[in-house]
Every structure is written in C-alpha cells, then in structure tokens.
C-alpha cells in the first residue's frame, strides 16, 4: 500500500469539469440502500457501521439522483480500516479520502477522475489542508488516477496475511498497526 497527499490550496476550486452532469453529494443512512446492489452484504454492513462512526460517503449520482455510478468514503478523524488491520492516525489539518469506488461497468469513464475532486471544496471550507488516500500497489488504475489528481506518494506499508491472520507494518506517523483506539484531535 502506498500513503498518498494533495495540498489543497486555499484559492482552489474544483480543477475539473464533469464531462456529464453529476451530482456528487453526501448520504445519509437512509441512502445508503443506493450502494447496496454494487457491494457485498459484508462490505455494506462495513459500510453501515462506517456512517455510525461519523466517517462520511460521497456518492456520484446520475442527474436525476436515482442511480449511483461511484462513491467514495472521506473522514477528518483517526479511524481503524479491517481490510488493512491498521488504524490511520489524524494528522492536524488533513482528512482521508479512503475506499473510492465506480460501479463495474461505468468504469473507463473518467467519473472518478472528474467527480471526485468535486468532494475538496467541502473539506478545504472546514479548514483542511491536505488530502491523504491510500493506493493497494497491485491497483495500477487507481495508482495512475490518483497521480493525475495531484496525489504524490509519500511513504509505503505492507499488509500481511497468512492463515487468516493479517498483520500490517507500519510506515509513518499517520499508521499504527491493529486495532487501537487512537484519538488524536
């Protein structure tokens, strides 16, 4: 896995124009049925609980809002990710960008790349500075759109399983290994 950043410039403005028109907002409890059908019941139970916690989803909508075509997860608190066994630490003035995903056969679109950016400005007017993301190595496309985006990799960690046990090593300042109850404000 790779730790990426993006400053966020205080004169910044969305740098992308959609090329169709979206609506890129946040959901509720109660629209979060929208992701179901593109999610495992796992992964939408994960979801659920990620939305009790506080964590934030945007959702890239079809104009008339009754389809999803990408969603990406965004907090500006520590918060403990299963999938990589690690809790990702706050750092003062920056905020996650975390678990982005388009719908299967929208993909090669260029939603993400248009539609996601569209989240900043909620971010950078709450007085955040900088984004962090994480990148699995083995996703090359979401490595390339993330360096289009301005995203530059900074540091790199290893998560490992063997026999249904994961373990991560940890990079830096903004990972700590397992599940820890870290509240860093």
């Not at 994960?46 to 990406?72: F, H, I, N, P």
């Not at 056969?105 to 900043?120: D, H, Q």
Request: net charge positive.
């Amino acid at each position: 896995m790779i730790f990426f950043d993006r400053e966020l410039a205080p004169e910044m403005e969305v740098p992308f124009l959609p090329r169709h028109p979206y609506v890129m907002r946040f959901l509720d409890a109660g629209e979060l049925d929208l992701l179901r059908p593109h999610v495992s019941e796992a992964k939408f139970r994960m979801y659920s609980g990620r939305l009790e916690r506080g964590m934030k989803v945007s959702a890239c909508l079809t104009a008339d809002e009754t389809e999803v075509l990408g969603w990406c997860w965004t907090t500006g608190d520590a918060f403990y990710e299963p999938y990589d066994n690690a809790t990702y630490v706050k750092v003062d003035g920056s905020f996650f960008h975390f678990d982005g995903e388009v719908v299967s056969e929208k993909r090669g679109r260029g939603i993400a790349f248009t539609a996601f950016p569209l989240i900043w400005p909620h971010w950078r007017a709450r007085g955040y500075r900088q984004a962090h993301c994480t990148v699995d190595m083995a996703n090359k496309p979401s490595m390339k759109l993330h360096e289009r985006l301005g995203y530059t990799p900074r540091e790199q960690f290893v998560v490992r399983t063997l026999l249904g046990f994961k373990w991560t090593r940890p990079a830096g300042p903004r990972l700590r290994p397992g599940n820890q109850e870290t509240r860093v404000r």
